[in-house]
């Protein structure tokens, strides 16, 4: 065998390594995607992802399989509040939006701020 043969027989053993160890970290999580992505969510995050899934379900799906992946991986080992699930789709180009409401407490009611200025226009 030439030195050359043996060359190649050597990369082509660490390049067939190398793609093992690619391949395990995503088969590691048989897992549903959204539902290990739901596990680290907090602060309304549920209802960002809600929010996105029904306004882009196609790049959703997209975002969330890839968040899966790296959470599987360990590469992100922490929780995601809902704001900063917002930030991902934002800087991906997708402004999720979700309903907000603003409420004041007034003489012991809670009011949203649309009603609040009703009952102003009709003094």
Avoid: C, H, W
């Amino acid at each position: 065998m030439s030195e050359d043969e043996e060359v190649d027989r050597i990369l082509k053993k660490k390049m067939n390594e190398l793609i093992k160890k690619q391949v395990r970290p995503q088969q590691k999580g048989n897992e549903d995607p959204f539902a290990t992505v739901s596990k680290v969510l907090y602060d309304r995050g549920d209802e960002v992802l809600n929010a996105a899934m029904a306004q882009f379900p196609n790049e959703t799906k997209l975002v969330i399989t890839k968040l899966a992946e790296l959470i599987n991986s360990g590469v992100i080992n922490y929780r995601i509040s809902g704001s900063e699930l917002m930030y991902i789709f934002r800087t991906m180009g997708l402004p999720v939006t979700i309903e907000t409401q603003i409420k004041i407490e007034r003489n012991g009611r809670s009011l949203s701020l649309s009603d609040m200025l009703k009952e102003k226009q009709e003094e």
